[in-house]
């Protein structure tokens, strides 16, 4: 399996009274995340999966992932990557699923948690901008520090 996972893209500021899982992408923030989303058709083959947060910035950038590489067929919020998912959530989300390459649009800074929870038995810090995407690679069953960090690529390298 291939697991590729994506912060969503630039958002708006949190201003009351709009709630946090409300914010939209700003209009940089959907730029970035076409620029970026081209980019990656240039190394990642195909999503055969793309799941992400129900926050609306999350969708949308997984909206707008979906369409670059022409498959919004292949679109499925799940409830529980919202902000605040832990690595073994995602464990057990993924751990039936069949396909070869899951993409999974969420947040920080549990990105670089499940980085960090996947490919090492210890803590890795490191940078996770908005609209940067990274890939694990397993060799068998996705567990806990049994993946392969691949690439980490921030939108800014395009």
Same mark, same amino acid.
């Not at 950038?61 to 959530?89: H, P, Q």
């Not at 929870?117 to 567990?143: D, T, V, Y």
């Given at each position: 399996?291939?697991?590729?996972?994506i912060?969503? !893209?630039? !958002?708006?500021?949190i201003?009351?009274p709009?709630?946090d899982?409300?914010r939209e992408?700003?209009?940089e923030?959907?730029?970035?995340?076409?620029k %970026?989303? /081209?980019h990656?058709?240039?190394i990642?083959?195909?999503?055969?999966?793309?799941?992400? !947060?129900p926050? =609306?910035?999350a969708?949308? !950038?997984?909206?707008?992932i979906?369409?670059i590489?022409?498959?919004?067929?292949?679109? =499925?919020?799940e409830n /529980?990557?919202?902000?605040?998912?832990?690595t073994?959530t995602l464990?057990d989300i =993924?751990?039936?699923?069949?396909n070869?390459?899951? %993409?999974v649009?969420g947040h920080?800074?549990?990105? #670089?948690?499940h980085?960090? /929870?996947?490919? #090492?038995g210890?803590?890795? #810090?490191l940078?996770?901008?908005p609209?940067?995407?990274?890939?694990?690679?397993?060799e068998?069953?996705?567990?806990?520090?049994?993946?392969?960090?691949?690439f980490?690529?921030?939108?800014?390298a395009?």
């Amino acid at each position: 399996m291939n697991l590729y996972l994506i912060r969503h !893209s630039i !958002s708006e500021k949190i201003i009351p009274p709009k709630k946090d899982f409300e914010r939209e992408l700003t209009k940089e923030g959907i730029e970035l995340i076409y620029k %970026a989303a /081209n980019h990656w058709k240039k190394i990642v083959p195909a999503f055969d999966l793309i799941l992400y !947060s129900p926050y =609306l910035r999350a969708e949308q !950038s997984a909206r707008i992932i979906a369409e670059i590489f022409r498959n919004e067929d292949k679109l =499925l919020k799940e409830n /529980n990557i919202a902000a605040g998912c832990s690595t073994g959530t995602l464990i057990d989300i =993924l751990s039936n699923n069949e396909n070869e390459h899951i %993409a999974v649009v969420g947040h920080q800074p549990d990105l #670089s948690q499940h980085i960090s /929870n996947l490919c #090492s038995g210890s803590f890795i #810090s490191l940078s996770f901008p908005p609209a940067a995407i990274a890939k694990i690679s397993f060799e068998r069953q996705l567990k806990f520090s049994s993946g392969r960090l691949e690439f980490l690529i921030p939108a800014e390298a395009y």
